[in-house]
């Protein structure tokens, strides 16, 4: 991976694809390959037209046919609440963060200790899905930044993370939301961001590979620029986390 950000270029067949040929592609063609349409995540005009309670009962009748479908008995005491339980889970949970009303209110405030050197927040829960099938994406974030005179209460980096994790996505496009909000809220060109995460599309379905996992990273300002800053991070995220 490149030091200076994170590419959202996708490989079909070992040829680059552009987006515009993506649009002209069956899902049959796609197959398995990891593919990102854009930075911003794909929603329609309409996209809060509707409340959350009138989504959710929508979600709820979608989701009652779907299991009618598979043939699963929808008056089973395990079963019958089911539809309103995963339509609420959507709305209200795994994907709040599509509502921009759930956005985390970051306040500033002026940095008097005169800190001038990195701050990271490691091992930040990364809990999101994928944008393809609709299963888990699970694993951790670290993120730092250099204060421009300027810094952000700690369990805001946390909340940012988990605010655009909370939405289908893909991480190449998740790492890169994150860093741009950190960029924009701090002031501040100079921050980094990685991602190490397990795709539950990988290991349970597929190729079935429940070892292996997926890294990106984002690195603006100094950590792209200067390498003795950008190492100082990487020594951070190696170290051991301190016990408690």
Sequence with gaps: M???????????????????VLNELTVEEIGDDHMASSLET????????????????????HFREIMNI?????????????????AKMYVKEIFSGLNPDNKPKAALFENKYQYKEMLVE???????????????ILGRAHVAYISSGKVIGLSKLNRIVQYFAKRPQVQERLTVQIANELKEVLQTEDVAVIIDARHLCVSMRGVQDVNSSTVTAHYGGKFKDDEATRQEFLRHVSEPTAAI
């Design 2 to 20: 490149k030091p200076n950000g994170t590419s959202l270029n996708t490989r079909s067949n070992g040829h680059h694809l552009n987006f515009d």
């Design 42 to 61: 794909p929603l329609r005009e309409d996209a809060f037209a509707l409340t959350d309670e009138a989504k959710i009962e929508r979600i709820e009748a």
């Design 70 to 86: 598979l043939g699963l008995d929808l008056t089973d005491d395990s079963l019958k609440g089911t539809p309103k339980r995963v």
């Design 122 to 136: 490691k091992n930040i829960t990364v809990q999101s899905h994928c944008e393809h099938h609709f299963v888990p």
